[in-house]
């Protein structure tokens, strides 16, 4: 190997190592859901009201916390079990603060192997998961490059993420967010979408597998959530969320629903914690008009599913802004 050979590799590795590094902190500056992760952390660590109710979960959990009093909404895009007890343990743990309820997402499409296998914006949750303690639970090593993906690679894959990005720049200019709650996208509106039953179809098994309802890793971190609850001494209220009819009817083509909740609460009755489960799977059926797509509610119907919960909940609901 000669000298000058030496001198152009260590130039082209530098060169490769500054264009990743360029490529990584762009994605991580300019993803919209790192913007968003982020802007979470910031009001969470602002809330200076009572911590009566926190809801986690991903994109489902639209609990208005304009409506629901004493509420911070903690939920991300794409969260699962796994991430929300790596982050549930730190707010217990870390933070002074202490939420009285949980209320934790339940839905169908909550405890599949698909949604224990999504670790999507690791550059984000760094912060939270325990990566070898995830790798071992697990049983696969092969989740720790996740954490070499958030550290070093955080564009890797995430093209997807890129288009949101510029999409939601596009059609949405303004970032809203009150104590976590962030409006849905209501640019589009499920009642105007001709073949309902199609677009449901494949949004289920997006994210349902036949006969896999419940993953065992996603098992493993429900108790642990139930568990954590438990020591620290929060109640938790697992929450159906409402999803359109022509969803449920897919969902339920795929896996049984009554076979999976047989289990869920099997589990859940036996933590002090829980204190039981709303279902509000079917609140709006038939009324497409208060979707975006298959399975979120869009403003309005967010707006009033938060007003039945905080009446189920005993509370009086808010008055939200005028929008």
Known sequence: MTRTFTIRLLLFSALLIGINFALDLAF???SVHNILNKRLDEQF????DTLKYMSMGNSHNCVN???????????????????SYYKLKYILEKSEKKPQTLLLQADLSTFGPKIANRYEYNSYWLKYIDYPELAHIKGDREV?????????????????????????????????????????RDYVNFANVKNKQRDAWNKAHLFLTPGQA????IKAYFRMILELCHEHGVKVILIRYPETEEMYTAESAIISPDSLYAAVTEI????????GMLDYHALFFGHPEYFFDPDHLNVKGSDLFTKKL??????????????
């Not at 660590?45 to 200076?48: C, S």
């Not at 419940?214 to 890793?217: C, E, M, N």
């Not at 905080?310 to 929008?323: I, K, S, V």
Request: proline share 8%.
């Open 28 to 30: 991580k500056t300019f």
């Open 45 to 48: 660590a602002k809330y200076n």
């Open 65 to 83: 916390t304009w409506i629901l009093p004493h509420s911070f909404n903690y939920g991300s895009p794409s969260e699962n079990y796994i991430q």
């Open 144 to 184: 720790l490059t996740k954490w070499l993906e958030g550290k070093f690679f955080s564009y890797a894959g995430n093209y997807k993420d890129l288009q949101l990005s510029i999409v939601y720049r596009i059609r949405i200019k303004t970032l809203e967010m009150h104590n976590g709650y962030r409006p849905h």
């Open 214 to 217: 419940f993953d065992s890793t």
């Open 268 to 275: 859940a009755g036996k933590y002090p914690s829980y204190a």
């Open 310 to 323: 905080t009446t189920d909940l005993g509370e009086t609901p808010l008055a939200p802004p005028t929008r």
